[in-house]
């Protein structure tokens, strides 16, 4: 079972996603049983930012001085899925995913929901540093989308 601890820094989420806790929790739900680990306890943490923030973590972790849509910190590079394993951190944000500000709410969802499972694969061990691995963290990314899309609204 996977349960993600979310924060919030950043108001404007709110103005998107009223219950932030259960719109991630549902997406965790929707994966496929692979990554539900079942019969295990399987955590980490999402906060909910905005490109000031980012942008400030950015610099500090990865010495890239400008926003971006995720950030993700694996606890470990190699994940061991134990009994209770915690897998590390995500960051997103807001104002990166909210353009063209006039995207409607289904579209600016989608878009949270295909960065999350990037920043979640990530979390797992996923990389795309080398076109190998990009193509083969694309490919999860697509199934990982693909089975949760008609299953969250």
Known sequence: MINVNVFSEEK??????SNKNLFFKKICKAFPKKYQFLNKKVSFTLLLSNNKNIK??????RN???????????????????????LGDIIISY????????????????????????????????????????SKMLREENLLYNSIKSKIN
């Not at 404007?12 to 996603?17: F, N």
């Not at 994940?79 to 394993?85: A, E, G, L, M, V």
């Open 12 to 17: 404007a989420w709110s103005k998107r996603i």
């Open 56 to 61: 400030k973590l950015n610099k500090y972790f």
């Open 64 to 86: 890239k001085n400008k926003s971006t849509d995720i950030l993700s910190f694996p606890i470990n590079k190699k994940i061991k899925i134990s009994k209770n394993t915690y």
């Open 95 to 134: 104002n990166y995913l909210d353009k063209p500000k006039s995207q409607d709410l289904k579209s600016f969802k989608e878009k949270v929901i295909k960065v999350f499972i990037h920043g979640f694969l990530h979390l797992l061990g996923f990389n795309h540093i080398k076109n190998k691995d990009y």
